[in-house]
């Protein structure tokens, strides 16, 4: 008997991994772990960070804090009750956390002593408070909170009066003009009852991202304070109040929009990301990296063409968990900045010389730095970091040494069963010879030889980009035996300001050709099969899905997500204004032939290809009644084959933060079409009924 389990033992240790591990799910969304939010301990002992998982119902996200040491030699230990718990900010000597709890019409601030006990609210501001910002004495707090300005005396009613072009946001409802965010402080007091809170600064314009001087006398915080602001260029200007309020002082003022301020140590300089405006209006508008000094203005990045700040296009962002967040970090000597920047799909942290702009990074890799802090001193980093087989973790970053070391492994037990792909980085050159940056992912077990059905995956934007971050809808794709190609087309973001603006006022229009040719490189590979092509996208990858259709018949299948086709019937109803000349010249009913000249369903006589609209019906980014169901009403119309999926509920955020199992039907239903139509599975669910 010995000798049988002594054999049965060698043949499981000798058996291939892959062959122990199984292929991806839709539902193995609900056993998801993401991680959000790290926040470095002024001490660099410990960092707090939100984890977030699905619901038990999978109807919803639960929130809660929690904390790792940095040397990585425990575990990490929950330390808030709450399922909604978030944004968690350390004390500046360590010993206290501040976070943000639901309470009443919003969250409020709640204070967590490590000295022991429960947690403690410490505001109560009637429409909910905003992260904490602690003084450097750590005795008071500073936060943003909305008001609603005292000389509107009209009574509550459903009614809604509006007189602005921009009143309401994806995810977000309908705005309250008369409702304003300003910046408050509540002095930091442990006990049972809430402290009253004070606002310091007043007024009909919005005031965000506070922060305190050194000596804590003042607070800087920025605004652009413009009504109506889509008739302007951007211009969001640095601004300095008392911390007991009082006038104003214009720190940063330049033609352009300055984010994500950071001031120096010894207050004498600031540096921030944006831009100044160009002569004329850009649809893409790459940012760089200044410093603003005694009235001086310098640009660290003019010869550096690639995204200040960490940016790649996933689908497995921390639902309600905080999105990224690229701060600007000076060195304790005040000769350097750290920031987040983006290059080719590739996120990193580089140090940037204050003087010369001369670059050294602290990261490198093929993965994507989505959020960080530092401590006070810059030496050590939190960071999250993610790459296209593994959700973002914790690492902690020696800036001196450049050492990462990782601290958290919230997905290893779950990833460990599962046979993922390592996509394949592919440069080729397009139609007129510009080069082209592709991922191609390959089904688990690929044979070389063998013809394999493509789905060609396109992304939105149009100026963003795909790169090195894990994305669920493609490792699902593949799990079911499609070879997946998704590029990123001319006017994708990553590479430079002339490859993103170069689609202004011809979009779409050669970045299709862009997604064609990358077809084409496939298929001259062999092991593509011609006839078994399918198209998808969403957003402005929604719009190019419509567009290819309705100029190519090479696509047996093709799935339309929360897409663009009437671009007339968008200019009025998208959540934002295009009053700028960015995509479009002039407004429609001055130049209505552009709009039709550009819109998909314009050319929807041409479509032959069974077509899928996945919509969901609280979509104001791109509202169903000028995308899916104009094509889904024209097409059938036409006798052609189409359908549409709504998802109630579900805003454009669907695919990244919506209900876990609308997330899951809808990667159900994408597929279902895809296997229908490239593979002829017998589905009936979208037969006429």
Request: net charge negative; aromatic share 12%.
């Amino acid at each position: 008997m010995r000798r049988v389990l002594a054999a049965l033992a060698v043949v499981i240790c000798t058996t291939p991994l892959a062959a122990q591990q199984r292929a991806i799910t839709d539902t193995d969304l609900y056993a998801f772990r993401w991680i959000a939010q790290p926040q470095i301990s002024p001490d660099g002992r410990q960092v707090a960070f939100v984890r977030v998982t699905v619901n038990a119902k999978h109807d919803g996200y639960e929130t809660s804090i929690w904390s790792v040491a940095t040397d990585g030699a425990s575990a990490p230990r929950r330390l808030t009750s709450g399922a909604h718990d978030g944004a968690p900010r350390w004390s500046p000597d360590s010993r206290t956390l501040a976070f943000l709890r639901p309470k009443g019409e919003g969250a409020q601030i709640f204070l967590l002593s490590f000295a022991g006990g429960e947690a403690q609210q410490l505001t109560d501001v009637k429409n909910g408070a905003g992260p904490a910002v602690w003084s450097p004495d750590g005795k008071t707090i500073a936060f943003g909170a909305s008001v609603r300005d005292s000389s509107d005396s009209s009574k509550k009613s459903d009614v809604r009066v509006i007189t602005r072009a921009a009143f309401r946001g994806d995810d977000e409802g309908y705005f309250d003009p008369t409702e304003h965010d300003h910046i408050w402080t509540v002095p930091v007091v442990l006990g049972d009852t809430p402290q009253k809170a004070h606002e310091v600064t007043t007024g009909r314009f919005d005031e965000g991202n506070p922060q305190w001087s050194a000596d804590g006398k003042r607070l800087y915080f920025v605004s652009q304070r413009v009504v109506e602001d889509y008739y302007f260029n951007p211009d969001q200007d640095l601004f300095a109040v008392a911390a007991a309020g009082g006038p104003l002082d214009t720190v940063v003022n330049i033609d352009g929009p300055v984010v994500t301020p950071a001031i120096s140590a010894d207050g004498k300089a600031v540096a921030f990301r944006g831009f100044v405006n160009p002569p004329q209006r850009r649809s893409y508008q790459e940012d760089h990296l200044y410093t603003w000094s005694g009235g001086k203005l310098t640009n660290l990045t003019t010869d550096y063409d690639f995204d200040i700040g960490g940016s790649v296009l996933g689908d497995q962002a921390p639902p309600r968990g905080g999105g990224g967040s690229s701060p600007i970090v000076w060195t304790a000597d005040g000769k350097s900045v750290i920031v987040a920047t983006t290059e080719h799909g590739r996120s990193n942290l580089i140090r940037f010389d204050a003087a010369s702009g001369a670059r050294t990074p602290l990261t490198t890799g093929d993965h994507a730095v989505l959020a960080y802090t530092a401590t006070p001193d810059a030496r050590t980093f939190a960071l999250t970091i993610g790459d296209p087989t593994h959700l973002p973790d914790i690492y902690v970053l020696d800036a001196q040494t450049k050492r990462l070391t990782q601290l958290t492994h919230a997905n290893d037990s779950l990833f460990a069963k599962l046979q993922l792909g390592t996509p394949e980085d592919f440069w080729y050159p397009s139609f007129d010879g510009k080069k082209v940056e592709t991922w191609i992912l390959k089904p688990p077990g690929f044979t070389p030889g063998k013809k394999y059905p493509l789905i060609l995956n396109i992304h939105g934007g149009p100026h963003t980009a795909y790169g090195y971050i894990f994305f669920h809808e493609m490792q699902w794709m593949a799990a079911k035996g499609y070879v997946v190609v998704y590029p990123n087309p001319r006017g994708s973001t990553t590479y430079g300001q002339d490859f993103g603006n170069i689609i202004q006022y011809n979009y779409p229009g050669d970045d299709y050709k862009d997604l064609m040719v990358a077809v084409d490189s496939l298929i001259k590979r062999g092991y593509v099969d011609s006839t078994k092509l399918g198209v998808t996208g969403g957003s402005g990858g929604g719009l190019l899905t419509d567009w290819t259709v309705g100029h190519t018949h090479r696509f047996a299948a093709a799935v339309s997500q929360r897409d663009v086709a009437d671009w007339q019937s968008f200019w009025y109803t998208t959540d934002f204004t295009l009053f700028q000349p960015e995509w479009f010249r002039d407004a429609p009913f001055h130049d209505p032939a552009d709009y039709i000249r550009r819109s998909p369903v314009t050319y929807v006589d041409s479509v032959t290809t069974p077509i899928m609209f996945v919509l969901g019906d609280e979509d104001l980014r791109a509202p169903p009644s000028q995308g899916g169901e104009v094509m889904f009403r024209a097409l059938k119309y036409l006798h052609k084959t189409a359908v549409m999926v709504r998802f109630p509920g579900e805003s454009h955020e669907l695919s990244r933060s919506g209900k876990p199992t609308h997330r899951v039907e809808r990667l159900d239903h994408i597929l279902n079409w895809f296997d229908k139509y490239l593979l002829g599975q017998d589905i009936k669910l979208y037969d006429q009924q």
